[in-house]
T-cell receptor, first 112, second 112 residues
Framework: EAQVTQNPRYLITVTGKKLTVTCSQN?????MSWYRQDPGLGLRQIYY???????DKGDVPEGYKVSRKEKRNFPLILESPSPNQTSLYFC???????????FGSGTRLTVV | EDKVVQSPLSLVVHEGDTVTLNCSYE??????LLWYKQEKKAPTFLFML????IEKKSGRLSSILDKKELFSILNITATQTGDSAIYLC????????????FGKGTHLIIQP
């Protein structure tokens, strides 16, 4: 089944403790992207990648890192999480943005 | 700066009613407009529109794009409680970067 898989689905962590949210797609898509979704703010792009080793900042990159060492994987790294990073995170992949993204199921992150 | 504005932000109707959701956009090098439905978790793709005046239809849902006036509408006829969701509109601006800009969504609630 074609899908984007994120893990974990839920995570509660403490301020400053490094964490990684994994994302994997099995559709051989070139484009991958991370979004955060907050009430009243909609979906905002954090980082995106157009291919292996090609990444770029989205609208809200501060406090996040990504890597794209393989085509299928695009992990999101929070080196020192803070409470303002409490949010619902989505990973997505696409042949190109023109065709829209397929989204993962989301990761609900709470930083206390 | 690219911008996508959806209206209304929230809408409550009775089952059986017809609803129209609006999406206006201002993006450079516009390529396509996408509609997504978000229920409990991940947004799921509904339509991609690239040409003005050509209606896309899927069951009770339909959508049309006006590239001259820079807007799109999503119609849902004979609404059902299962149509309750957040409906997201996104505009793709093409170019070398990932140019997908999301609106904040319309929260649609269908009351029995």
């Amino acid at each position: 089944e074609a899908q984007v898989t994120q893990n974990p689905r839920y995570l509660i962590t403490v301020t400053g403790k490094k964490l990684t949210v994994t994302c994997s797609q099995n559709m051989n898509h070139e484009y991958m992207s991370w979004y955060r979704q907050d009430p009243g703010l909609g979906l905002r792009q954090i980082y995106y990648s157009m291919n292996v080793e090609v990444t770029d900042k989205g609208d809200v990159p501060e406090g996040y890192k990504v890597s794209r060492k393989e085509k299928r994987n695009f992990p999101l790294i929070l080196e020192s999480p803070s409470p303002n990073q409490t949010s619902l995170y989505f990973c997505a992949s696409s042949l190109s943005g023109h065709y829209g993204y397929t989204f993962g199921s989301g990761t609900r992150l709470t930083v206390v | 700066e690219d911008k996508v504005v959806q209206s209304p932000l929230s809408l409550v109707v009775h089952e059986g009613d017809t609803v129209t959701l609006n999406c206006s956009y201002e993006v450079t090098n516009f390529r396509s407009l996408l509609w997504y439905k978000q229920e409990k978790k991940a947004p799921t793709f509904l339509f991609m529109l690239t040409s003005s005046g050509i209606e896309k239809k899927s069951g009770r849902l339909s959508s049309i794009l006006d590239k001259k006036e820079l807007f799109s509408i999503l119609n849902i006829t004979a609404t059902q409680t299962g149509d309750s969701a957040i409906y997201l509109c996104a505009a793709y601006s093409g170019g070398g970067a990932d140019g997908l800009t999301f609106g904040k969504g319309t929260h649609l609630i269908i009351q029995p």
